[in-house]
């Protein structure tokens, strides 16, 4: 049974519909995600079933006794209230004494006050403790270590921290999230993706992160044409399915468009005195024309690299330092820029990374030491500062003012007007005022405006955030082939894996430590660190390092638990697979969906027991 049921769902924006007849459900335990082109309407389609618009036609319903949480985009909250009263709005017994004990905990750490009476016997008669520690987990990978401090101080990415922290805090039974890893760390996005993925929460989200979407959502909504196809699986498992669909329909257009050919030629032989007697024929007709003049695939991004020419110096940084009172960003940094440089910058929010960039590009001068850039370079910097744009100006307007023409891949001449239509804005759109403009659509167009200045070294601050995955893919590829240089600061792991080649990583107090590998490679160096940081250094192992001679081999007894651990994490992996996919297909009933969900966390456990004691037995056995 649904626990969300949305039929015959319509909406327009002006003269324009965004979609028509929308029906589908959500029934517990399932996760899924809306994807389609920026402007399509996905984020009203999620408003409208969040109650936050109203639609034109049709109707959302929820099960009675059903708690719905959305995050917006953009949240917005009393700028006169504190973070911490934020987090604990909900009016429940178990909330209100877990906001209590956070009150007088952050009393007591920071202003050396005593416990209030009857705080922790509250914690001890509501079981409170599990609880509580889930709600210190959250508040800390969010990154809100201040909860004193007041809403109306803080930026819209620290807005979208606390909204995401609170409908978590509230554990509703189902979340709507409306890009939830926009303004997130690396590190956040893992742990958000690990906690959703092994939740029984019904889910209904907005990403353009593929990974996330391959890990988390078991059923996938594509918004196409103001229509919505459903995909029962994964991402990838999406891909796969989009492709074969695709196929097929262009082989019935196909069939459509000859068999129209025939019957239009039939119609216009007809005397009109004799149309009466074959109406069935012209009624045919008109659904055969729909279908033939239906447009195949959709339209794509195109981006050519034509690449202005750099010279023998790019880029040097010599000794350069840089800090805000206590906080040192930077510590005699030197690096020096070479053709074809691909560089991924990955921190914790507040390490550094804008304002590193700003000092790269000159829009911030460093405390000490020198940057030289070269008399070639260009710098294009697609920054993740709202960008200002004239709101009355027309789109192709903004366009002619930074480049009347563009120099094509083969020497041709691209005109403005071309160049939006490549970047998915049709003529009607381009003549469209720039406040009418989608969200995603004016940071696509910000894109345009910056890769039309043909720079050489190319700067990308959060380039995912708000950007549709059919525009990552294409932008993706045009930088595969990007002639200059290349940097990137981005939580889309898949992003980052397929622009980058090494990573300049934020370690904090201005150590930068310089990555050969993508994300992927470096998170697998963090993993083995840690395994063998957790690995216990037995008394006789440290003896064995002091004197080798001594080292003694296995026993027979040894021997055979190596054996045994190979085969049973061989085993436990191929369980966990089945969970996964069990979970996955949403089938289950809400106790089997729960009880997959715990196998899993079970699994990971015995994983992580049984590697560390083969990692043992295989030192010793070397």
Known sequence: MNIISVENLAKSFTDKPLFTNLTFGLSQGEKAAIIGVNGCGKSTLLKTIAGWEAPDGGKVSTRKDFKVSYLPQQPEFDPQTSILDTLFE????????????????????????DFPEGV??????????????????????????????????????????????????EQPDVLLLDEPTNHLDLATV???????????????????????????????????????????????????????????????????????????????????????????RVEAFEGIKETASKKLGQDKVELHAEGRRLGG?????????????????????????????????????????????????????????????????????????????????KVIEAVKEVAEVHPGPDGSIITASQLL???????????????KLSGGEKRRLQLLLILAKNPNFLILDEPTNDLDITTLNV????????????????????FLDRTTDHLFVFEGGGVIHDF???????????????????????KEKQKEVAKPTEKKALSYKEKRELEG????????????????????????????????????????????????RWLELSELNA
Not at 142 to 152: A, P, R, T
Not at 209 to 237: H, K, P, S, T
Not at 338 to 366: E, H
Request: glycine share 8%; proline share 3%; charged share 30%.
């Open 190 to 280: 893992e742990w958000l993706e690990k906690h959703l993925a092994t939740q029984n929460t019904t889910l209904l989200l907005i990403t353009h992160d593929r990974y996330f979407l391959d890990n988390v959502c078991n059923l996938i909504f594509e918004l196409d044409g103001g229509q919505m196809n459903r995909y029962q699986g994964n991402y990838a498992y999406f891909l796969e399915k989009k492709s074969e669909r695709q196929a097929l329909e262009s082989t019935v257009v196909d069939k459509a468009r000859n068999l129209m050919k025939k019957e239009l030629d039939w119609i216009r032989k007809q005397p009109r005195a004799r149309g009466t007697k074959a109406k069935y």
């Open 475 to 494: 932008l993706e590829d045009f930088l595969e082939g990007f002639p200059g240089c290349l940097m990137v600061v981005s939580h889309d792991r898949y």
């Open 120 to 169: 922790l016997e509250k914690m001890d008669e509501l079981q409170a403790w599990d609880f509580e520690a889930f709600v210190r987990q959250v508040i800390g990978q969010m990154g809100l270590l201040d909860v004193d401090i007041l809403m109306g101080t803080l930026s819209g990415g620290q807005k979208k921290r606390v909204a995401l922290a609170k409908i978590l805090i």
């Open 421 to 435: 239509t490549r970047f998915l804005f049709p003529p009607e759109k381009q003549y469209q005022i720039i406040g």
């Open 313 to 393: 110096k790019i880029m040097e940084l010599k000794d350069v330092s840089h800090a805000y009172d206590d906080l040192t960003i930077l510590n005699k940094f030197n690096y020096t820029f070479k053709k074809n440089d691909r560089i991924g910058i990955v921190g914790k929010n507040g390490a550094g990374k804008t304002t590193f960039l700003n000092i790269l590009t000159g829009k911030q001068l460093p405390n000490a030491g020198t940057t030289d850039k070269g008399v070639n370079t260009m710098f294009g910097y697609y920054t993740q500062e709202d960008f200002t744009f004239n709101d009355s100006q």
């Open 565 to 612: 651990i190979e085969a049973e994490l061989k085993e436990l992996e191929e369980k966990k697979k089945g969970f996964i996919l069990q979970l996955n297909s949403g089938n289950g009933s809400h106790e089997e969906l729960t009880e997959w969900a715990s196998k899993i966390e079970e699994i990971d456990t015995l994983l992580e027991e049984k590697e560390l």
């Open 516 to 538: 050969p590998g993508n994300y992927t490679d470096f998170r697998e160096q963090q993993a083995e660190k840690a395994a063998k940081l957790e690995k216990p250094a037995p």
């Open 90 to 113: 909900a009016n429940s017994p178990m909330i209100r004494a877990i906001r209590d004990y956070e009150e007088a905990m952050y009393q007591a750490e920071h202003h050396g006050k």
